[in-house]
């Protein structure tokens, strides 16, 4: 190599570092390319307009010019809202602020008049409390905005869960919002934030927020909310990437599953703006009624009211070019998840793109150097057309978005570069380079995505379960007194012995929630018996403990002990593979999971550290149980009769456990009809309950200011087994 070469390689080299760091960096000039590039691709190939149960209730220049200026009335809205829902509209979402008092309405137009009565004045009627009443029951989402004055929250109307880490940092912040009015905030049955791009740099909607933030809490957008409240569903789920803090990967609304960018977003595959999409409000608040063919277009349709008029200003850029109302942006949110047609950016495609500019930009200095800047310029040439085809295919067939420009600018650029220093500065004579190194000339810049296996597939199946929650008591108190690093130690000591008895009983370890676990039987495999092999695993932890306690195996003396809580339940649960695509556990979901957490957490009422549910014992006959009573269950209207577990089959069978079963029996009697030897009997039973458990003794201590848990129980039963099922 000529010292022409070595000095050539090194600026080549430099200016290929440069455009790498520069890519990594992001700045908001490539930003805008790669966006640019996108927007095209969607122009040559946009998604087609589908007939989908999405239709928009437009606010048109017709409607203004029969019913009024803007705003309406809110009497009127009303009486929109009535004649949607009679139409059969799964869900009415208005993207529409109600943030200030109707100044329309005939209670706040008289309010200003001098001399008018105050009794009048309480007889006249107001839009807000008959727009409120209107939405009263039905399926209506109300919007609100973002502000940067006060900070006013509005109520969230859904639930939210989230597999991984916790998703509260990652989606756009919300620091405060348009306040809605009190009456309708409380009537809807859905709220959502109708802010398309917060803090874009562009005019264009190419992503939607689907979620926002404040840190402690999710907020929906109006899209998502509408398609919640049609479907009837209650929670939204969110997914995490289990590697990356603060990164989202979807979420799961009733029976879509929406793939999102890191921080929630969507990217919209716009279609173009039709006439077929909107309905007129004129024509839905017709004085004879709305024509037929609107009925039939609204039945079962998620219906958004907004409007389309100039005047208003809520016109919306799209990729396509094209000016659009902004309440067709949710509408085409809604419809892009009906349709199932998703655009994606994966999380490695950065990496990929920064890659290829280093591995090209070197590629292409080395041919130029020793080569000719011929064979750097096909070479180049044919990487392009490369990168272009396979961007092309990867957004045609999967929806897939890479960015070819910033490769292509790179490229360009470092191989005009190198061609100039090379004719100004390299002997054009220069002797061939050697065939060896063509071996070399070739690398792959993309890869195609490979599908995911039909086995890997999300998915779950109803399966009965004996569902195993266990936590530690007094947890939060111990860890204030202990360092992080002692808090890490005990709980690996803890949780490592007890998950031990799990696996030995045919369990499944779903996961280690903080200083708990859930654990479940009978799945993935049928396994016989698995209640009382739940239970026994609940008595060996039971055991396990105490002898960890003697052995003062955490390190805290012998006088202070550690305590747990095990409920169990035995009922129908979903389970299966759940998660991301990407990375998911099997796990299972559902009422019997969540009342086996709620029976856990009787434990600190009841005194005692094992307690199973009435379906678990009725597996039982011949353990140890005591009747703990009837609680009530966090969510569940009738109270959950529970069971106290001493022992297992051969406790059961003593002549002890006989004695006390008789005595507790009598006392529990005697608690339920408020008999005068109560304490005769309690002491009785705790004489017979001696050496048999050691929380027994805690358990009769509690037991005689749980009356009331005894008392009517058998009737409590059986109405709930006499009601109908839903």
């Not at 000719?372 to 999967?398: D, E, K, M, Q, R």
């Not at 299972?588 to 969540?594: C, L, P, S």
Request: proline share 6%.
């Amino acid at each position: 190599m000529t010292r022409a070469q070595q000095i050539g390689v090194v600026i080549g080299l430099l200016i290929v570092a440069a455009f790498t760091i520069l890519r990594a960096s992001d700045p908001p000039l490539l930003r805008q390319i790669r966006d640019i590039t996108f927007d095209e691709y969607q122009r040559i190939r946009p998604r087609p307009f589908e007939a989908t149960p999405v239709r928009v209730i437009d606010i048109d220049e017709a409607s203004l010019k029969e019913f009024g200026q803007w705003p309406w009335p809110r009497d009127r809205l009303a009486l929109l809202v009535e004649r949607l829902s009679e139409m059969g509209a799964a869900a009415i979402a208005f993207d529409i602020l109600f943030a200030e008092p109707d100044r329309l309405s005939p209670r706040s137009v008289m309010r200003d008049v001098a001399g008018v009565d105050a009794s009048l004045l309480r007889r006249l009627p107001d839009n807000d409390e008959i727009f409120a009443e209107a939405i009263d029951g039905r399926p209506v989402v109300l919007g609100f905005g973002l502000s940067t004055d006060g900070n006013y929250r509005p109520p969230v109307k859904a639930g939210f869960a989230y597999t991984g880490e916790s998703p509260f940092n990652a989606p756009p912040r919300l620091t405060a919002a348009t306040p809605l009015r009190p009456q309708l905030q409380i009537n809807a049955t859905g709220i959502g934030h109708i802010s398309l791009n917060p803090g874009n740099y562009s005019s264009v909607v190419r992503r939607v927020p689907l979620l926002l933030t404040d840190g402690e809490q999710l907020y929906p957008n109006l899209a998502i909310e509408a398609l919640r409240v049609a479907q009837g569903a209650s929670t939204y789920i969110v997914s995490t990437a289990p590697d990356a803090p603060d990164t989202l990967t979807s979420i799961k609304i009733g029976d879509f599953v929406v793939p999102t960018t890191a921080d929630g977003e969507l990217w919209l595959y716009t279609s173009p703006d039709v006439a077929e999409r909107y309905i007129s409000a004129g024509k839905v608040l017709a004085p004879d009624g709305a024509p037929p063919e609107v009925g039939a277009a609204v039945q079962g349709s998620i219906v958004f009211v907004g409007t389309s008029s100039a005047g208003l200003q809520d016109i919306r850029s799209t990729a396509l070019g094209q000016n659009v109302p902004g309440v067709s942006m949710h509408a085409q949110t809604v419809e892009q998840i009906l349709s199932g047609r998703f655009l994606s950016r994966p999380d490695w495609a950065d990496g990929m793109e920064i890659l290829s500019i280093a591995v090209l930009g070197t590629v292409l200095v080395v041919l130029t150097t020793f080569v000719s800047p011929a064979v750097a310029l096909a070479c180049g040439l044919f990487i392009t057309a490369l990168a272009l085809a396979a961007s092309w295919v990867a957004f045609s067939y999967s929806g897939l978005l890479f960015d070819p420009l910033a490769l292509i600018i790179a490229g360009s650029i470092i191989h005009f570069a190198a061609t100039s220093f090379r004719i100004l500065v390299i002997d054009r004579e220069r002797r061939e380079v050697r065939r060896a190194f063509g071996q070399y000339l070739s690398p792959s810049l993309l890869y195609r995505i490979e599908h995911t296996p039909d086995a890997l597939r999300l998915g779950g199946d109803d399966r009965e379960l004996t569902v195993m929650f266990v936590d530690v008591r007094g947890f939060t108190a111990l860890s204030e007194g202990l360092q992080p690093a002692e808090v890490v130690r005990f709980l690996n000591t803890l949780l490592d012995a007890l998950s031990r008895h799990v696996v030995a009983n045919e369990g499944t370890l779903d996961k280690f929630i903080g200083d708990s676990i859930m654990a479940f039987w009978n799945a993935p495999v049928d396994v016989a018996g698995h209640p009382a092999k739940a239970v026994r695993a609940a008595l060996a932890m039971r055991e396990t403990l105490a002898g960890l306690n003697a052995a003062d195996a955490f390190g805290f003396g012998k006088d202070y002990q550690v305590g747990i809580g095990i409920g169990i339940h035995t009922g129908l649960a979903c389970v299966g593979n759940m998660g991301a695509e990407s990375r998911f556990n099997y796990s299972a979901v559902g009422d019997a999971v969540n009342v086996a957490a709620r029976i856990e957490s009787c434990c600190k009422e009841v005194g005692f550290d094992i307690l199973v549910s009435e379906t678990t014992a009725a597996a039982l006959p011949d353990f140890a149980l005591l009747d703990a009573g009837a609680l009530g269950l966090k969510g569940k209207s009738s109270r959950a009769r529970l069971y106290a577990t001493v022992g297992d089959e051969t406790v059961g069978r003593s002549a002890e456990f006989a004695a006390l079963l008789r005595a507790h029996e009598d006392l529990v009697e005697a608690l339920r009809t408020r008999a005068a030897d109560s304490r005769k009997r309690l002491a009785r039973a705790k004489q017979k309950a001696a050496g048999l458990a050691a929380a027994l003794p805690e358990f009769y201590r509690r037991l005689p200011r749980r009356g009331d848990h005894f008392r009517d129980t058998h009737t409590e039963t059986e109405d709930a087994a006499s009601e109908p099922a839903n």
